[in-house]
């Protein structure tokens, strides 16, 4: 195949403890640490090890939000992407929006694959994979652990509640991945600095023309109920007493 | 009046537990209607089961031999044609509603809810987001359906003592044929499932094996618990994909859970949040467990486990 595009979404990092603000209006994001949603790190490195053996020619990650995730396209880049695409716009999009955001792309860039995260860790939504896939009209084979290629084909073992699931897909296609498909690489410091001189191109979301969707709307954040401190116990008969009291033994 | 179709989850035999608790999420939106469809290749069990289910007043059957296995790209285009004068479309947030919801939501044109835990309003929901570290309460528009995928730890399943009609449904569409099941490798055990257990016992990395993990699986028989395990445990490969409990594996409400050997990362104290009683077992007093446990026993999971399975 010619080309893989990877999504790469700019998210809140995975070690920050995410905190509302006071006033309900949303969750506090200033001055927090940014960085690549884990899953779609995932993604990415599994593009490139394809590309790396041989069966694909060119990846591109695509982005979609405001100028700042230039930063998270650099270090796609400086992973080894071979050129970006920024969809810039002020309103976080929704995941149908961003699934016709790739499916224009897909018609423009005509790939064999497009690989996204199984799930973005701040909206915690696994929709965008499965959306593109139906507006496509190509298969989806999300939450992979295993992607094997031959030809035409993929056959992708993805992480199910029941165990392991293997199918095997038709190409194009769609993949989400999971957390066990592979580790990515470190980026290097010579690779930050050839990143720079990768081509990035930045397309203003109402360029693509793209039908807005009527979305749902967020009306207020509020913090979970927290858990009462609880009790410690000494040993295993204090242990079986507190079990008992509550009746669980 | 809101209409509401619910996509039956099961192995092929038997009706998902899940079923039940979305059916009882559908139960608290006002004058809900509730229809559950089947679609297999051999539906007469599965709706059998699902007309038991209390408030649902009629179970529609899809059978077909392309429905043998849950595939996304099969089933939503049939669900998508069935949908049609539906309010809501509900799954439950498992790995296949999660899989299959937002493909039929894409192909009905609207967005999709992920991971209800409380009805507001007929569309007007909360869900968690950053890993349960926020709720946000969110509307849906009203000109369109609601689709949407139940987050099953936040309900507790309707009864069954009902007896629902059950009807085929006639659809017409084409189905793909780009996408084809080839197997399932399941980890089948006697063990109570770990999604419905009311106990629940888990390792975490400091089990150090997977041999070392008999000593969970004892102390789980001895309670008649399922057995979990945080990712580190599945990542260092001690136990299979699908015993994972957190933010990315299984989300639990089980009556007890007992966590051995887990430092408490904030993705997986995610999963058991809705836990009734939750033990921690660490030697470490500072463990991010001891935080949210309800009794917490600092010491040595090696000499803990076998002693307590002993006091069992």
């Known amino acids: ?249 | 009046m809101a209409k509401i179709l619910i996509i039956a989850e099961h192995d092929g035999g038997v009706l998902s537990p899940n079923t039940a608790k979305t059916v009882a999420c559908a139960a608290d939106i006002d004058g809900a209607e509730i229809d559950v469809v089947v679609l297999s290749d051999s539906v007469a069990a599965v709706a059998a089961d699902a007309s038991k289910l209390d408030s649902v007043s009629r179970v529609l059957t899809l059978e077909n031999d392309a429905n043998k296995h849950a595939l996304a790209a099969i089933l939503a285009p049939q669900i998508a044609s069935l949908a049609d004068g539906y309010s809501h479309v509900l799954g439950s947030s498992t790995t296949s509603g999660k899989d299959l919801m937002p493909r039929v939501a894409a192909l009905l044109g609207v967005c999709q809810i992920s991971d209800i835990m409380s009805v507001e309003g007929s569309h007007a929901f909360k869900r968690p987001i950053y890993a349960g570290n926020a709720i946000v309460s969110v509307e849906a528009p009203e000109d369109q359906p609601v689709v949407a995928t139940v987050r099953i730890a936040s309900y507790r399943a309707v009864g069954s003592e009902n007896a629902a009609p059950i009807e085929a449904a006639e659809i017409a569409v084409e189905l793909p044929t780009h996408t084809r099941f080839v197997e399932l490798r399941s980890g089948a055990s006697d063990r109570p499932d770990l999604q419905t257990a009311a106990k629940v016992v888990s390792g975490g990395r400091a089990l150090g094996s997977s041999e070392n993990f008999d000593l969970i699986y004892n102390l789980a028989d001895k309670l008649g618990a399922a057995v979990g395990a945080s990712r580190a445990a599945v990542d260092a490969g001690y136990v299979s994909n699908d015993m994972q409990v957190g933010q990315t594996g299984k989300i639990i409400a089980p009556d007890l859970y007992v966590a051995v050997g887990i430092s408490g990362a904030i993705q997986h104290i995610t999963g058991i949040k809705d836990a009734g009683t939750i033990v921690a077992i660490n030697k470490d007093q500072d463990a991010a467990i001891f935080e949210v446990a309800d009794i917490g026993l600092v010491g040595d999971l090696f000499k803990i486990l076998p002693e307590l399975s002993d006091a069992l």
């Open chain 1, 1 to 249: 195949m010619e080309k893989i595009l990877v999504g790469l979404k700019r998210v809140v990092d995975y070690n920050v403890r995410v905190r509302v603000k006071a006033d309900g209006s949303g969750v506090e994001t200033d001055g927090v640490k940014m960085s690549i949603n884990p899953f779609d790190e995932i993604a990415l490195e599994e593009a490139l090890r394809i590309r790396e053996k041989g069966d694909a020619s060119e990846v591109i990650v695509v982005s979609i939000g405001t100028s700042d995730a230039q930063q998270q396209l650099r270090t796609g880049l400086a992973m080894g992407a071979d050129r970006a695409i920024l969809i810039t716009t002020e309103d976080a999009p929704d995941a149908l929006t961003c699934a016709r955001v790739f499916l224009e792309l897909t018609k423009r860039e005509n790939p064999g694959l497009v690989m996204l995260g199984k799930q973005a860790i701040d909206n915690d939504n696994s929709q965008t994979a499965q959306m593109l896939a139906a507006l496509w009209d190509r298969p989806q084979a999300t939450f992979a652990s295993e992607v094997l290629l031959d030809g035409d084909t993929a056959r992708v073992t993805r992480e199910v509640d029941a165990g392991l699931e293997v199918i095997e897909v038709d190409l194009p296609a769609v993949i989400s991945v999971d957390l066990r498909l592979n580790e990515p690489r470190y980026v290097k410091l010579p690779d930050i600095m050839k990143a720079k001189k990768k081509p990035l191109d930045e397309i203003p979301l109402a360029d693509l023309g793209i039908e807005a969707s009527h979305t749902v709307r967020q009306i207020s954040f509020e913090a979970p109920a927290e858990r009462q401190k609880g009790i410690m116990v000494d040993d295993v008969a204090g242990l079986m007493t507190a079990l008992r009291d509550r009746g669980l033994v």
